[in-house]
């Protein structure tokens, strides 16, 4: 397989490739404990699933289980965080650290009194998008739904409604202080209350699993889960996923099982996800920052940024095995999806099993952990430090982001351990030992789209939260999560809007400036915007002539930190120490006060970086494209399929906007089709 991106001089992002374009993804065996898994074909061929390693075909998934309620689990795991308050009744003020305290709180208060709980409405702010107020009720709220009894095409049970209009409930806003206070309380019920029975000792272990521990069967009860008999959970998902097919062949899912034919590991993928890669995958972020909360399941994301810097998703997996095997399976299974094209970079969490499967995915890409990730594990890690010395956190950090050589970097490490006595730390040595896949200053020259000083890319974690999705089953799961990506996508379409309809204020009569302002995104542009104003505050000595001129820039109040500046005349091409240009996409302050000392008005069509532009997305075609697309070999039907699916998801974008668009876009889809159908009988 080819690399994905590789640095050519124009910092592009390149997306041809020598090898074939594959559609269709054979997946095979892994020589370990999870040494199966099945494929399913994205193009919709078959639609069904193989299972690669031929299990037995009277192995139906079925039985028990088929729905997981783990609100049981969930309200025991919430009841540990009660506060101080939780033997009284809910009263009106009442505070909590967080909504899902608030549940725990009223749920062990209605285990008291004699009825059960459920979450009701919530609400979302404007301004972020969110979570700012959360419901809870009786679960008798309300009243049973009238079903229609001539619709025999939905399947119901006949089963009577415990519904019976109770108004009790419990509803918490967020304050300004980031606390949750009770807002509105009904402590009367309509119905009787009691003790609530108890489940039968069977359904009790079930509710203590989580929904994610139904798809991995111990080996002391095989065939109980997973794709053996009783698996209910995964056979769910799958159905879902062959439904997801069905509407859209080009939706793709693979799945590994263990030597028991149980499901351990899922991923998948649609059309929008590749399209976004084909676009913005320089630069991808392996998330598992779910892990954070014990009740949420093992979730994963390949994820990265658009050119509004907003969040994107590559793909998804649910992982309930996290070996170096499965890690390797699961990286091979995406790449492959992505026709096999490496990104230029990757990020990880700091995990042993992953570093070595991403080396082995991906060679030539630079792979680094998450520096996000280290700093929170350092508050387990450190914990003694921090509460001894609280000025430590602030130097450590200081340490790791604002050093500028390697020569500065050990001297203030070799500082920091002196002065807080960690010689004999252990995790202070794996830190330093693995320090050029983490200390910004040993990958600065590689591009990771991120930039200092303003807000990192939203984690999976923080995403869950802030669209309030909550476990109960693994359909359920991906169904709220896809609701979820939907906002996402109106989102980037209303920056597209913004930024083709709105036009930047500008500081200066610069024409580089204004030439920025029309070829970056709103977002973007704000950034160069910032980094050009500031190069007014600094100094430009030239210390050094000839073919590469070299600079020295340092700021106006403060000379002691310089940056080396070096340009080159006849091609135009310039670098500076920072390398603010190699590691975020924009030039920095520093170069582009040297381009006006040089008499250098416009930006060079080498430093714009056309994943931050407002073209970014558009199918301009490549030299090797265009010949492709004349070719009529296997190769060229892929990408011939893959380019119209991009076109196809953006007309559809724009043409279901209004029901008037809609009339219109249908007519056009319907005479374009007619054309395509009557030029292919008439070959």
Request: aromatic share 10%; proline share 5%.
């Given at each position: 397989?080819?690399?994905?991106?590789?640095?050519?001089?124009?910092?592009?992002?390149?997306?041809?490739?020598?090898?074939?374009?594959?559609?269709?993804?054979?997946?095979?065996?892994?020589?370990?404990?999870?040494?199966?898994?099945?494929?399913?074909?994205?193009?919709?061929?078959?639609?069904?699933?193989?299972?690669?390693?031929?299990?037995?075909?009277?192995?139906?998934?079925?039985?028990?289980?088929?729905?997981?309620?783990?609100?049981?689990?969930?309200?025991?795991?919430?009841?540990?965080?009660?506060?101080?308050?939780?033997?009284?009744?809910?009263?009106?003020?009442?505070?909590?650290?967080?909504?899902?305290?608030?549940?725990?709180f009223y749920s062990a208060y209605a285990e008291r009194v004699g009825f059960r709980i459920r979450n009701s409405k919530s609400f979302t702010s404007r301004v972020d998008d969110t979570v700012i107020m959360r419901r809870f009720v009786c679960s008798k709220q309300g009243?049973?739904?009238?079903?229609?009894?001539?619709?025999?095409?939905?399947?119901?049970?006949?089963?009577?409604?415990?519904?019976?209009?109770?108004?009790?409930?419990?509803?918490?806003?967020?304050?300004?202080?980031?606390?949750?206070?009770?807002?509105?309380?009904?402590?009367?019920?309509?119905?009787?209350?009691?003790?609530?029975?108890?489940?039968?000792?069977?359904?009790?272990?079930?509710?203590?699993?989580?929904?994610?521990?139904?798809?991995?069967?111990?080996?002391?009860?095989?065939?109980?889960?997973?794709?053996?008999?009783?698996?209910?959970?995964?056979?769910?998902?799958?159905?879902?996923?062959?439904?997801?097919?069905?509407?859209?062949p080009a939706f793709f899912y693979a799945i590994q099982v263990d030597r028991n034919n149980c499901v351990s590991n899922v991923f998948w993928a649609d059309a929008r996800a590749r399209m976004a890669y084909s676009y913005f995958g320089d630069a991808v972020v392996f998330?598992?920052?779910?892990?954070?909360?014990?009740?949420?399941?093992?979730?994963?994301?390949?994820?990265?940024?658009?050119?509004?810097?907003?969040?994107?998703?590559?793909?998804?997996?649910?992982?309930?095995?996290?070996?170096?095997?499965?890690?390797?399976?699961?990286?091979?299974?995406?790449?492959?999806?992505?026709?096999?094209?490496?990104?230029?970079?990757?990020?990880?969490?700091?995990?042993?099993?992953?570093?070595?499967?991403?080396?082995?995915?991906?060679?030539?890409?630079?792979?680094?952990?998450?520096?996000?990730?280290?700093?929170?594990?350092?508050?387990?890690?450190?914990?003694?430090?921090?509460?001894?010395?609280?000025?430590?956190?602030?130097?450590?950090?200081?340490?790791?982001?604002?050093?500028?050589?390697?020569?500065?970097?050990?001297?203030?490490?070799?500082?920091?351990?002196?002065?807080?006595?960690?010689?004999?730390?252990?995790?202070?040595?794996?830190?330093?030992?693995?320090?050029?896949?983490?200390?910004?200053?040993?990958?600065?020259?590689?591009?990771?789209?991120?930039?200092?000083?303003?807000?990192?890319?939203?984690?999976?974690?923080?995403?869950?939260?802030?669209?309030?999705?909550?476990?109960?089953?693994?359909?359920?799961?991906?169904?709220?999560?896809?609701?979820?990506?939907?906002?996402?996508?109106?989102?980037?379409?209303?920056?597209?809007?913004?930024?083709?309809?709105?036009?930047?204020?500008?500081?200066?009569?610069?024409?580089?400036?204004?030439?920025?302002?029309?070829?970056?995104?709103?977002?973007?542009?704000?950034?160069?915007?910032?980094?050009?104003?500031?190069?007014?505050?600094?100094?430009?000595?030239?210390?050094?002539?000839?073919?590469?001129?070299?600079?020295?820039?340092?700021?106006?109040?403060?000379?002691?930190?310089?940056?080396?500046?070096?340009?080159?005349?006849?091609?135009?091409?310039?670098?500076?120490?920072?390398?603010?240009?190699?590691?975020?996409?924009?030039?920095?302050?520093?170069?582009?006060?040297?381009?006006?000392?040089?008499?250098?008005?416009?930006?060079?069509?080498?430093?714009?970086?056309?994943?931050?532009?407002?073209?970014?997305?558009?199918?301009?075609?490549?030299?090797?494209?265009?010949?492709?697309?004349?070719?009529?070999?296997?190769?060229?039907?892929?990408?011939?399929?893959?380019?119209?699916?991009?076109?196809?998801?953006?007309?559809?974008?724009?043409?279901?906007?209004?029901?008037?668009?809609?009339?219109?876009?249908?007519?056009?889809?319907?005479?374009?089709?007619?054309?395509?159908?009557?030029?292919?009988?008439?070959?």
């Open positions: 397989m080819e690399s994905l991106g590789t640095l050519n001089p124009s910092m592009e992002f390149d997306n041809s490739q020598e090898g074939e374009l594959e559609p269709l993804i054979q997946i095979q065996p892994q020589e370990c404990d999870l040494d199966q898994a099945i494929a399913v074909d994205p193009l919709g061929h078959d639609s069904t699933a193989v299972l690669l390693a031929n299990p037995p075909e009277d192995c139906p998934v079925s039985g028990e289980g088929r729905e997981l309620v783990a609100a049981a689990a969930v309200e025991l795991e919430a009841a540990a965080e009660v506060p101080c308050g939780d033997l009284h009744e809910p009263a009106m003020g009442m505070e909590f650290d967080s909504p899902d305290a608030a549940r725990g009243r049973p739904t009238k079903k229609d009894p001539f619709d025999l095409t939905k399947k119901r049970r006949n089963r009577t409604s415990s519904r019976e209009g109770c108004n009790a409930m419990l509803q918490v806003n967020r304050r300004e202080n980031g606390r949750w206070a009770i807002s509105r309380c009904v402590l009367d019920h309509c119905h009787p209350l009691g003790v609530i029975s108890k489940p039968s000792p069977a359904v009790q272990k079930k509710l203590a699993k989580k929904p994610w521990e139904l798809l991995v069967s111990p080996a002391t009860e095989p065939q109980q889960s997973g794709l053996g008999p009783g698996g209910g959970v995964a056979q769910s998902l799958l159905e879902h996923f062959k439904r997801m097919q069905a509407e859209n998330d598992m920052t779910c892990k954070k909360n014990k009740r949420m399941v093992p979730f994963a994301t390949f994820t990265g940024l658009n050119h509004h810097r907003q969040l994107i998703v590559f793909g998804c997996a649910f992982m309930t095995d996290e070996s170096e095997a499965s890690f390797t399976w699961l990286f091979e299974t995406w790449l492959g999806l992505m026709s096999g094209r490496r990104p230029v970079s990757f990020v990880t969490a700091y995990n042993e099993c992953m570093a070595v499967a991403a080396s082995k995915v991906f060679p030539n890409v630079r792979h680094r952990f998450c520096k996000r990730d280290i700093f929170s594990k350092c508050k387990d890690k450190l914990s003694g430090v921090y509460s001894i010395h609280p000025s430590f956190k602030a130097e450590f950090k200081r340490c790791v982001n604002e050093c500028e050589s390697v020569e500065e970097f050990d001297s203030c490490w070799r500082s920091l351990i002196d002065t807080y006595n960690l010689e004999d730390n252990m995790w202070m040595q794996a830190l330093y030992a693995i320090r050029q896949k983490w200390i910004p200053l040993f990958f600065r020259g590689t591009f990771f789209g991120e930039f200092s000083g303003t807000p990192k890319m939203e984690t999976m974690h923080k995403f869950f939260q802030r669209h309030s999705i909550t476990t109960t089953t693994l359909r359920d799961l991906v169904t709220q999560f896809d609701k979820a990506m939907a906002g996402q996508y109106e989102k980037e379409l209303q920056a597209d809007f913004d930024t083709n309809h709105t036009r930047p204020v500008l500081k200066t009569p610069s024409p580089m400036e204004k030439q920025a302002s029309e070829v970056y995104t709103k977002s973007i542009f704000d950034l160069f915007q910032e980094e050009f104003a500031g190069s007014s505050g600094f100094l430009k000595e030239k210390v050094a002539d000839g073919v590469d001129i070299m600079f020295r820039v340092t700021k106006i109040e403060d000379a002691s930190k310089a940056y080396m500046v070096t340009y080159n005349a006849s091609n135009k091409h310039i670098t500076c120490s920072c390398f603010m240009f190699e590691f975020s996409g924009i030039l920095c302050r520093h170069v582009l006060g040297v381009l006006m000392v040089v008499s250098v008005l416009t930006l060079p069509d080498d430093y714009i970086l056309r994943r931050w532009t407002k073209n970014a997305k558009s199918n301009s075609l490549s030299c090797e494209d265009r010949g492709l697309c004349q070719s009529n070999s296997r190769k060229a039907l892929a990408w011939r399929c893959n380019d119209l699916c991009r076109d196809a998801i953006k007309f559809a974008e724009e043409g279901a906007t209004s029901a008037v668009i809609y009339k219109v876009a249908k007519g056009a889809l319907q005479k374009a089709f007619a054309e395509v159908l009557a030029t292919k009988k008439g070959r």
